[in-house]
């Protein structure tokens, strides 16, 4: 069982940052692949970055590439979201996902285990 718990959210302006962080509680942390998604009233949850189970291998959505930035800390059990260069468009309920990582893609949610319970972002023009 792994608990997931996100931070960092808030509202901001567009071009300026912010720093998502996703804490888990629970055992074998270095274990999971770990994924960020967000999600907008009435659309489908969206994926966003994941990183595998090292920190060795990450996968970014297009839309995010060369903006954000995905890491992992396995000795603090934390998962972080760096978000540079924010849009009006990135504005979410972000959410970290948890999956046993057999090195698998874990780019849709359906296949993750854990979620959390989100962490609003905002970006105004």
């Known amino acids: 069982q792994v608990q997931l718990v996100e931070s960092g959210g808030g509202s901001v302006q567009t071009g300026d940052s912010l720093r998502l962080s996703c804490a888990a509680s629970?055992?074998?942390?270095?274990?999971?692949?770990m994924g960020w998604f967000r999600q907008v009233p009435e659309k489908e949850r969206e994926f966003v970055a994941k990183?595998?189970?090292?920190?060795?291998?990450?996968q970014y959505a297009e839309f995010v590439k060369g903006r954000f930035t995905i890491a992992r800390d396995n000795a603090k059990n934390t998962v972080y979201l760096q978000m540079n260069s924010l849009e009006p468009e990135d504005t979410a309920v972000y959410y970290c996902g948890a999956v046993i990582d057999y090195s698998g893609s874990y780019i849709t949610p359906e296949v993750y285990d854990y979620w959390g319970q989100g962490t609003q972002v905002t970006v105004s023009s």
């Open positions: 990183i595998n189970w090292s920190g060795g291998s990450t």
């Open positions: 629970g055992r074998h942390f270095s274990s999971y692949a």
